[in-house]
């Protein structure tokens, strides 16, 4: 199904804000304007990453940031947040199943399976999915799908 990107995102983005109305998030998209996928399985890999920014944000810099923006033959979703970040040594971790970095900021209700869900279904749509962090500074998490198909 052909998505109009800008509608699709901003739906996802407004139905955040109404349940989280203290946290900010920016939307930018350059040099793209729909994309050929399923909204449902694009839709849940946006769903578990915004929870991600939410649920690992600094109390003092709600924000995140999505891009959404071409590069060569693919199609590239950005988030980058002002969270709590990710320790170098955990980011091999934290797309297995049911794993959660052991720390004092681990949310209550979280399974630790969101990102190896993101993981399986970027796999399944020919895509790939990386994350740089730094602690403290927060983390970047990009999903990037093949374009034309
Ligand atoms: P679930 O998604 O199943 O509700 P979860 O959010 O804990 O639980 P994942 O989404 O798979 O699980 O994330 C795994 C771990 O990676 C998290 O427990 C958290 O420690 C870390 N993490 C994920 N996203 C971020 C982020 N944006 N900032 C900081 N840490 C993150
Ligand atoms: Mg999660």
Redesign the pocket.
């Known amino acids: 199904e052909e998505i109009n990107l800008e509608i699709f995102a901003q739906n996802i983005i407004d139905s955040f804000q109404i349940k989280y109305a203290d946290y900010e998030i920016d939307l930018s998209i350059k040099g793209v304007e729909t994309f050929k996928s399923d909204p449902l399985l694009l839709g849940s890999l946006f769903d578990?990453l915004i929870?991600?920014?939410y649920?690992?944000a600094n109390p003092g810099s709600k924000f995140l940031k999505i891009s959404i923006y071409k590069s060569k033959k693919n199609i590239i979703f950005s988030f980058e947040?002002k969270?709590?970040?990710?320790d170098r040594k955990e980011i091999k971790n934290?797309f297995k199943k049911f794993?959660?970095?052991q720390?004092q900021y681990?949310?209550q209700?979280?399974?630790?399976?969101?990102?190896?869900f993101c993981k399986e279904l970027v796999n399944f749509m020919d895509g790939d999915i990386t994350v740089t962090?730094r602690p403290g500074i927060g983390?970047h998490?990009k999903i990037t799908l093949p374009y034309d198909r």
């Open positions: 578990n929870e991600n920014a649920k690992y947040d969270g709590i970040g990710i934290i794993y959660r970095i720390s681990n949310q209700g979280s399974v630790g399976l969101g990102l190896a962090s983390s998490f």
